[in-house]
């Protein structure tokens, strides 16, 4: 029996369109056991994959999940799966846990590192693509900066959240963007508060997506006015993430009783940077 458990993650952290990501305490935990295959998800289609790509029998397991990360709500869920297929297979074929292989493969299956690559590693990860391989950048979060999701009661699917995207964007809104990312991860490392506020801002993509969301403004002006650094939409959406300086408390407080009275479905969840990724245990 192996058991691997996997980081929620958040992807793009406003200006750092399908590069920046980060790993959080929020975990789903998946069983292998050897045996009989289950019925086919993305987990078993991960693990097959990666039998396939280091072209090895593959061997079959029964797979169990205990789940904490919601699906479809911008939070990395299908991520989890798909490291925990790829890592299984490896765990399963005794081969060295290799997290650059990890990457590559679970890569290979997502199509972009932003998410597969903090659930690999933890912590802050930027990742580029070149020539076909993954260069991931692990960097430390300040202690001092905080993370609440506002986690909305509905589902956001990924394909619908980028068909909304424009196809362009101008040279103007790409200067935008680069200049914040770069400002932003150096900022959410060094703990230069007003850094992080001058770097959250995105022109890429939350301009769009923000309208999928019923109440994203609200939110926003309310955790803004609450003392929050800002706020962005995770991943594709449709979690909106609060960043916090120091004692966040009294907003995670006010955000609390906000959603309590106006969307009372929604979830509030202070969360802490994970900065293992995922772990493995064999028994």
């Not at 950048?137 to 424009?166: K, Y």
């Not at 939409?233 to 995670?252: K, R, Y």
């Amino acid at each position: 029996m192996i058991k691997i458990r996997v980081p929620a993650t958040s992807a793009n952290i406003g200006p750092g369109f399908d590069v920046m990501g980060i790993a959080f305490d929020l975990y789903n935990e998946f069983t292998f056991y050897e045996g009989e295959m289950g019925e086919h998800n993305l987990i078993y289609d991960a693990y097959e994959y990666t039998f396939k790509y280091l072209r090895k029998e593959p061997v079959p397991a029964r797979i169990e999940v205990d789940g904490q990360v919601p699906m479809a709500r911008g939070l990395g869920s299908s991520s989890t799966c798909i490291v925990a297929g790829v890592a299984g297979a490896l765990a399963m074929l005794k081969w060295p846990m290799d997290r650059e292989l990890i990457i590559r493969i679970a890569t290979a299956i997502e199509g972009h590192p932003d998410n597969v690559a903090p659930a690999t590693l933890g912590g802050l990860v930027v990742s580029v693509m070149a020539d076909g391989e993954v260069h991931s950048e692990l960097s430390p979060v300040d202690e001092n900066i905080g993370f609440i999701a506002i986690i909305p009661d509905f589902e956001l699917p990924t394909e619908e959240a980028r068909a909304i995207l424009p196809k362009e964007i101008s040279l103007q809104d790409g200067i935008y963007n680069v200049s914040r990312a770069c400002l932003l991860s150096s900022a959410l490392r060094s703990g230069v508060l007003n850094h992080v506020r001058v770097g959250l801002s995105d022109r890429f993509h939350e301009p769009w997506r923000m309208h999928l969301i019923p109440g994203f403004m609200e939110v926003k002006q309310t955790a803004l006015g609450l003392g929050a650094l800002g706020c962005y939409l995770s991943g594709a959406g449709p979690t909106i993430m609060c960043v916090t300086g120091g004692e966040n408390g009294h907003i995670l407080e006010g955000m609390t009783e906000y959603i309590e009275e106006h969307l009372p479905k929604w979830k509030v969840v202070k969360l802490n940077v994970d900065l293992d990724g995922f772990t493995i245990n064999r028994s």
